[in-house]
């Protein structure tokens, strides 16, 4: 009988992983175990499954580690990856749609539930990259999929940061230089991002535009810092003959940002929360 499709399972307690071999076995899919992270790497590169399984807590190494390595071996890159979480391990989750996992799953699940979840993914094209190429940040797809999550969450909000005048900016500086401004300002947002230590979701839109999805009240200060933080480093993202002033016939980049908030009742429909921060953006002075 040909398989649906080959699922690995990471998990290290045995009730579990045999639960789980025997229910998706029975689902019509070929199913690999792992106990460890290492077992699991090893295994994925030797046959690449269609989607991995992966428990956060290992012997090893932890599932984030695995799934870092997973990311970063030719091989084994594009495989979609669900998590599975404790309950209420908030920080777990975000770091994990932050890596770009396709989906997370709290323990203890349903299996109906993380079938559904699994066969969700295995029908997605496989042209959508849960990545954006260039930040290593959830692109377009994963905000969306993030926003539309938050849709009963009066109390989250919404922030979109980003430059405005990048366009001028690759014409005059060329492409690679607009990329690179592009990537600065992902690396400076993260990295304010994971001082908190409990790190909001963040996403690269496209285009030098991002988006940051948490709490308001612990969201409207961090985005601030955001801001202040990229504005200081602004000049740097000139060629060094123009650090010191930005030619006077070039538009000047600014950092641009905008917010909605969960009270306003658009997490429904994520699109218009989109066009809503588009609409909305201003120069910050
Ligand atoms: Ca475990």
């Known amino acids: 009988m040909a398989h649906i499709a080959t699922l690995l399972i990471v998990e290290d307690e045995p009730e579990t992983a045999n639960l789980l071999e025997r229910y998706f076995q029975g689902q019509g899919y070929e199913v690999l175990t792992a106990t460890s992270g290492e077992e699991a790497l090893a295994l994925a590169r030797e046959r690449p499954p269609n989607l991995v399984v992966l428990d956060i ?56 539930e993380l079938r559904a979840r699994v066969q969700n993914i295995l029908r997605r094209p496989q042209a959508e990259p849960a990545l954006d190429r260039l930040t290593g940040l959830p692109g377009r797809p994963m905000i969306l999929e993030h926003l539309r999550e938050q849709a009963g969450h009066v109390e989250w909000a919404v922030v979109l940061i980003g430059l405005d005048g990048l366009k001028a900016f690759g014409e005059r500086y060329g492409f690679i230089a607009r990329d690179d401004a592009i990537r600065a300002v992902g690396l400076v947002l ?27 009240h612990l969201l409207s200060p961090a985005a601030e810092r955001m801001v202040a933080r990229l504005k200081n480093v602004l000049p740097y993202f000139y060629p060094l003959q123009d650090v010191e002033k930005c030619p006077e016939d070039l538009p000047p980049l600014r950092v641009m940002t905008a917010q909605v908030q969960g009270t306003e009742g658009l997490f429904r429909h994520p699109e218009d929360v989109l066009s809503q921060l588009q609409e909305r953006k201003r120069a910050i002075p």
């Open 190 to 216: 993260a990295g304010v991002n994971h001082e908190s230590g409990d790190p909001f979701f963040l996403g690269h839109l496209g285009e030098g535009w991002f988006v940051v999805i948490g709490e308001r």
């Open 57 to 112: 807590r290992l012997p090893d190494i932890d599932g984030f580690e695995v799934f870092r390595q997973l990311r970063a071996h030719r091989k084994t890159r594009e495989i979609p990856v669900i998590f599975l979480t404790e309950r209420g391990g908030r920080e777990d989750r975000l770091v994990g749609l932050e890596l770009g996992a396709y989906d997370y799953i709290p323990k203890p699940f349903g299996l109906q």
